[in-house]
């Protein structure tokens, strides 16, 4: 298994400019998430979705978008670039369990963005 | 929202020395996870651990999920130790990480 993958590993946005960011999981996940981390700060959650067709917003969702069209795979889309978009982008899967079997999130390598 | 409150913020050991991370939180959990970030960013799952003790290899984390914290040790440490230590949490419906701000390890040869 591949796991989480993320693609592409580093991008240079200018002002303005839109963008896909890549997020695969192959372990059969039912939930998948996006998480932005800043410079020196813990991750934070942007959007996350519970299956195919259902995305809901987390933490930090404005500037962003996504859709889930399959169990696979959850782009996110950042649509006119702002330098306060500059960060590192996570995307995250898990098996949406709940009670004590618990619902453990792999994280993928992430995307370093900067927006210029 | 819950708070997650992460102590010490900044560590420095010599190599092969124990160190305790700690993680309290404001109210009760349903998930929490301790996570290893290396140098290259990487987020490395270390445990899951809502509740109760877990051990793998060197490390160990045990979770009073009634008293609200969490506890990491790391013994004999090494220089690959070296990193961010995250704790995050999810509290109440659905699965939304919240994570604390990290404690950043360095191990010293």
């Known amino acids: 298994n591949a796991g989480v993958t993320q693609t592409p590993k580093f991008r240079i946005l200018k002002i303005g400019q839109s963008m896909t960011l890549q997020c695969a999981q192959d372990m059969n996940h039912n939930y998948m998430y996006w998480y932005r981390q800043d410079p020196g700060m813990g991750l934070k959650l942007i959007y996350y979705s519970v299956g195919a067709g259902i995305t809901d917003k987390g933490e930090v969702p404005n500037g962003y978008n996504v859709s889930r069209s399959t169990t696979e795979d959850f782009p996110l889309r950042l649509e006119l670039a702002a330098p306060s978009q500059t960060s590192v982008y996570f995307c995250?899967?898990?098996?949406?369990?709940?009670?004590?079997?618990?619902?453990?999130?792999?994280f993928g390598p992430g995307t370093r963005l900067t927006v210029l | 929202g819950i708070q997650v409150e992460q102590s010490p913020p900044d560590l420095i050991l010599q190599e092969g020395a124990n160190s305790t991370l700690r993680c309290n939180f404001s109210d009760s959990v349903n998930n929490l996870q301790w996570f290893h970030q290396n140098p290259w960013g990487q987020l490395i799952n270390l445990f899951y651990i809502p509740s109760g003790t877990k051990q793998n290899g060197r490390l160990s984390a045990t979770t009073v999920a009634t008293e609200r914290y969490s506890l990491l040790y790391i013994s004999s440490s090494q220089t690959t130790d070296s990193g961010v230590y995250f704790c995050?949490?999810?509290?109440?419906?659905?699965?939304?990480?919240?994570f604390g701000a990290g404690t950043i390890l360095r191990v010293k040869s």
């Open positions: 995050a949490v999810v509290a109440g419906y659905g699965n939304k990480l919240v």
């Open positions: 995250a899967s898990s098996f949406g369990l709940a009670g004590p079997l618990g619902d453990e999130q792999f």
